[in-house]
């Protein structure tokens, strides 16, 4: 009996001790996994000073951006994107091995009156971000917006871009994605075709917004798979983001690297190659055509010896023969340098002619002895 009330004294002991290290067991990996937050060196200062800002929680190695923002609070985040954000003077920072900075952020007037944040968002990976009320010294102040009832959505995955570039695409044709996305409606109405903005940017410029609807419904507390196309213009190349906005909030980004239209550079290379060659082969054509040709039928750049004109050209070793025509006609006066060879013995102008070396061969006349 006495064991028995030592083992229930024991359990309760236990009991006692346990209980409180089970509840700080459970609070523990809440507080290491903690969000990411941002804590303030100051809660205000004026246009032209500075403020010290501190994060932790955040994933190692992110590159950060940090804006003060206007138009913001922390429970609704920043309203109307950055575009209530003094873009100019933000600073970039990235996180350390543990995930946390601290970096130096200046004071200035933002395009919409306060309440104001320290807004840092997450620039690569997966997104994220948090926000610091701050206040700017000397900046209007104005009650924010009515918040809306109904239905709002929220992304709850990771963005992608799926599809891939075609043969077309190769030569300029409009590259084209489909952007997908999860959102969940945090609101407490059934959100109905919602219309979307979705928009595309080329390096620094402001991106440019197309609505799209989208055809179903969300109940609260449930998701949805959205699908979008995204097209750019024939011939886009280099790095794109595509951002996603709902409700004037910019929900979603996604970066987009678009290839090179090799193939219409090598068309133009083949048309600079091919075109100066087919006139080339048309003007010849054409000269060949315009050209005067000989009587045998042929042009004077191809036309050959006739077998006359080789006889013409050939040397006499004999008497020229006479012609009817040459008998009527008086004798020309021949000139001894140019007059052609004749037979041994045959007398020219009263003269005997010496005999040719390449000639036939003569005797010689043998004198008196």
């Not at 068309?267 to 091919?274: A, E, K, P, Q, Y």
């Not at 005997?352 to 070396?357: D, I, K, M, Y």
Request: proline share 10%; net charge positive; hydrophobic share 40%.
């Amino acid at each position: 009996m006495g064991g028995k009330m030592r083992t229930a004294a024991l359990g309760a002991v236990l009991a006692l001790v346990l209980v409180p290290l089970a509840g700080a067991t459970w609070a523990f990996p809440a507080s290491a996994a903690g969000r990411p937050s941002v804590t303030l060196s100051k809660s205000e200062a004026g246009a032209g000073g500075s403020v010290t800002v501190t994060g932790s929680g955040w994933r190692p190695g992110v590159l950060l951006m940090m804006l003060v923002c206007g138009q913001s609070v922390p429970s609704r985040g920043v309203i109307g994107g950055t575009n209530s954000c003094a873009n100019a003077d933000g600073r970039a920072v990235t996180t350390d091995a543990k995930g946390g900075f601290s970096k130096n952020l200046p004071v200035a007037e933002p395009p919409k009156p306060c309440p104001c944040v320290v807004h840092v968002a997450a620039v690569t990976g997966e997104k994220a971000e948090a926000d610091a009320i701050f206040m700017v010294a000397g900046h209007s102040v104005e009650p924010l917006p009515k918040e809306e009832g109904g239905g709002r959505l929220s992304v709850l995955t990771d963005t992608r871009l799926d599809g891939s570039s075609g043969l077309l695409t190769w030569f300029g044709s409009p590259p084209s994605r489909t952007l997908v996305l999860t959102v969940g409606n945090v609101g407490t109405a059934p959100v109905k075709n919602p219309v979307f903005e979705v928009g595309t940017s080329h390096g620094v410029f402001a991106p440019q917004w197309e609505e799209q609807q989208w055809r179903g419904s969300v109940a609260p507390g449930r998701k949805a798979l959205i699908r979008l196309p995204v097209e750019l213009s024939a011939g886009a190349h280099g790095d794109y983001t595509v951002s996603l906005k709902y409700g004037g909030k910019v929900l979603a980004e996604q970066p987009w690297g678009v290839g090179r239209p090799w193939g219409v550079t090598v068309f133009w290379i083949l048309l600079c190659v091919v075109v100066p060659a087919a006139v080339f082969r048309v003007g010849m054509a054409v000269v060949d055509r315009v050209r005067p040709r000989g009587p045998a039928g042929r042009t004077g750049r191809h036309r050959g010896l006739r077998l006359t004109e080789l006889t013409l050209r050939l040397p006499r070793t004999g008497p020229t023969p006479r012609t009817p025509a040459d008998a009527s006609a008086s004798p020309a006066p021949a000139l001894p340098w140019f007059t052609p060879d004749n037979d041994p013995g045959t007398a020219v102008n009263g003269q005997l002619s010496a005999p040719q070396e390449n000639g036939p061969t003569t005797q010689t006349r043998k004198g008196p002895t």
